[in-house]
Nanobody, 126 residues
Framework: QVQLVESGGGLVPAAHSLTLTCEMSGGTFGGFRSLTVGWFRQALGKDREFVAVIGGTNDDTFYANSVKDRFTIRRDTTKAYLLMNNLQPEDTAVYTC??????????????????WGQGTEVTVSS
């Protein structure tokens, strides 16, 4: 059973940067590498929204329009990262990573993910 643990959240002023990490465990290295990993966020009182995704074997990436050109998703063998630049107050949310062994690219729908972390909170002050 794949387990995901996020870290790196915190409180930052607007225009600053943060890097979130999603660490995967409970499987094999080859199994991790084949997983598609996505980041989602949910602000207080709002629905969960897709942020970014990176493909399993090909490392293709796709971003929500709201974060494109500010956020970058990357991965290595057992971790995925969300590099967030020029953060704005509207980026305040709980950020959660998710992983999937299948799905239709770019897997923007949370229902396509089987494995989920618990989330890490990001707060951006104005």
């Amino acid at each position: 059973q794949v387990q995901l643990v996020e870290s790196g959240g915190g409180l930052v002023p607007a225009a600053h940067s943060l890097t979130l990490t999603c660490e995967m465990s409970g499987g094999t290295f080859g199994g991790f590498r084949s997983l598609t990993v996505g980041w989602f966020r949910q602000a207080l009182g709002k629905d969960r929204e897709f942020v970014a995704v990176i493909g399993g074997t090909n490392d293709d990436t796709f971003y929500a329009n709201s974060v494109k050109d500010r956020f970058t998703i990357r991965r290595d063998t057992t971790k995925a990262y969300l590099l967030m630049n020029n953060l704005q107050p509207e980026d305040t949310a709980v950020y959660t990573c998710a992983a999937s062994r299948s799905g239709t690219w770019p897997l923007r729908d949370g229902s396509e993910y089987r494995f989920w972390g618990q989330g890490t909170e990001v707060t951006v002050s104005s």
